[in-house]
């Protein structure tokens, strides 16, 4: 009578092992989840300071592409100079490029801001075009989750690309866009097929991209997590009794 209940015990405990193991919430989720809430303040601080006079924004950035006119005789690479590159916005509306040092980009159009430049520059034949971009946070089933600098232009898979390419386990037909904590755009599906930029999708700068990860019964671990309850639970009964 003793030796049933023992097992009857055993078989409890394993199946409250089991049990436990399969309702378990996905690490990857949890963790994905607990990264955004820090990458969202910031989102939000950098929201508050944006610029309503033109289309550069604090804690965004700028895209600068410099080339030289070939109408003009040589003036060397503007290869050199350093001037083709992405730049953080700070929160005072300024950026710092080689050459020149801090300049201003809050208040300015695409436009006046590649003639700023250019009148700093102050060298002949040199055209200066300038881009703003918007910061976006990707998070989830993706390699290199984290806050990105990308043109409203560009594509969603060049987000993703640019976090990395999805993971494996990436669950495409449940991506979202999350603004100030609320999910403001779903089934992202259709649209990452179709090519649409991250402007017609109505992604804005501060957003937060989810791929969640497919949720997968892993028969092998649900093994050995009652492997290992029986051995405890077995080693338990051996030890009692033998100070019996």
Same mark, same amino acid.
Not at 11 to 29: D, E, M, N, Q, R
Not at 127 to 154: D, H, Q
Not at 192 to 207: A, K, M, P, T, Y
Not at 223 to 237: E, W
């Given at each position: 009578? #003793? =030796?049933?209940?023992?097992? @009857?015990?055993?078989? $409890?405990?394993?199946?409250?092992?089991? @049990?436990? !193991?399969?309702?378990?919430?996905?690490?990857?989720?949890?963790?994905?989840?607990?990264?955004?809430?820090?990458? *969202?303040?910031?989102?939000?601080?950098? $929201?508050?300071?944006?610029?309503? =006079?033109? +289309?550069?924004?604090?804690?965004?950035?700028?895209?600068?592409?410099?080339?030289? %006119?070939?109408?003009?005789?040589? #003036?060397? @690479?503007?290869?050199?100079?350093?001037?083709? %590159?992405?730049?953080?916005?700070? $929160?005072?509306?300024?950026?710092?490029?080689?050459?020149?040092?801090?300049?201003?980009?809050?208040?300015?159009?695409?436009? @006046?801001?590649?003639?700023?430049?250019?009148?700093?520059?102050?060298?002949?034949?040199?055209?200066?075009?300038?881009?703003? !971009?918007?910061?976006? =946070?990707?998070?989830?089933?993706?390699?290199?989750?984290?806050?990105?600098?990308? *043109?409203?232009? +560009?594509?969603?898979?060049?987000?993703?690309?640019?976090?990395?390419?999805?993971?494996?386990?990436?669950?495409?037909?449940?991506?979202?866009? +999350?603004?100030?904590?609320?999910?403001?755009?779903?089934?992202?599906?259709?649209?990452?097929?179709?090519?649409?930029?991250? +402007? /017609?999708?109505?992604?804005?700068?501060?957003? /937060?991209?989810?791929?969640?990860?497919?949720?997968?019964?892993?028969?092998?671990?649900?093994?050995?997590?009652?492997?290992?309850?029986?051995?405890?639970?077995? !080693?338990?009964? /051996?030890?009692?009794?033998?100070?019996?």
């Amino acid at each position: 009578m #003793q =030796t049933q209940r023992q097992y @009857s015990f055993v078989a $409890s405990l394993i199946t409250l092992g089991v @049990s436990a !193991l399969l309702v378990a919430p996905p690490l990857v989720t949890a963790q994905s989840k607990t990264n955004a809430k820090g990458l *969202e303040v910031y989102s939000r601080r950098t $929201s508050d300071l944006s610029s309503t =006079t033109g +289309e550069f924004t604090p804690g965004d950035g700028v895209r600068v592409m410099v080339w030289r %006119d070939i109408s003009v005789a040589d #003036q060397g @690479s503007v290869q050199n100079l350093g001037l083709n %590159d992405d730049f953080i916005i700070d $929160s005072r509306g300024n950026f710092v490029l080689p050459v020149i040092g801090e300049m201003r980009a809050s208040g300015h159009t695409r436009k @006046s801001l590649a003639r700023a430049i250019e009148d700093s520059l102050r060298i002949r034949g040199i055209r200066v075009m300038s881009s703003p !971009l918007i910061r976006v =946070t990707i998070l989830g089933a993706v390699n290199k989750p984290g806050s990105y600098l990308i *043109e409203p232009k +560009e594509s969603l898979w060049s987000l993703i690309g640019k976090a990395g390419g999805p993971s494996s386990d990436v669950d495409v037909k449940k991506m979202y866009v +999350e603004r100030s904590g609320k999910v403001v755009i779903n089934n992202l599906l259709e649209s990452f097929e179709r090519g649409h930029s991250l +402007e /017609q999708l109505g992604v804005r700068s501060g957003d /937060q991209i989810y791929l969640p990860a497919v949720s997968r019964f892993n028969f092998r671990h649900v093994v050995d997590y009652v492997t290992l309850t029986a051995s405890v639970v077995l !080693l338990y009964f /051996q030890v009692k009794d033998r100070t019996q």
